[in-house]
């Protein structure tokens, strides 16, 4: 429920600012932490890519 909050909040705020925003909830968790720099500290749940709209 509270990643569903972050989400709904990151889409309100995205287009205000008029970028483009969508949820991404299949991703290989090991890899995305990797990539962050914080394997085996924190589970991933949400991927929230911000960018500009077409
Ligand atoms: C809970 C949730 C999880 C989602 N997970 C994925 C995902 O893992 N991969 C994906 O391609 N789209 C996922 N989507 C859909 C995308 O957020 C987006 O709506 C979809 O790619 C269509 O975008 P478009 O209308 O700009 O083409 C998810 C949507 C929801 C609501």
Not at 8 to 30: C, I, K, M, S
């Amino acid at each position: 429920m509270e990643v569903g909050h972050a989400g709904q909040n990151t889409h309100l705020q995205a287009v205000a600012l008029g970028l483009a925003n969508v949820e991404v909830g299949a991703f290989r968790d090991e890899e995305v932490r990797i990539v962050l720099g914080v394997a085996g500290e924190v589970k991933t749940l949400y991927i929230l890519p911000l960018g500009k709209p077409r």
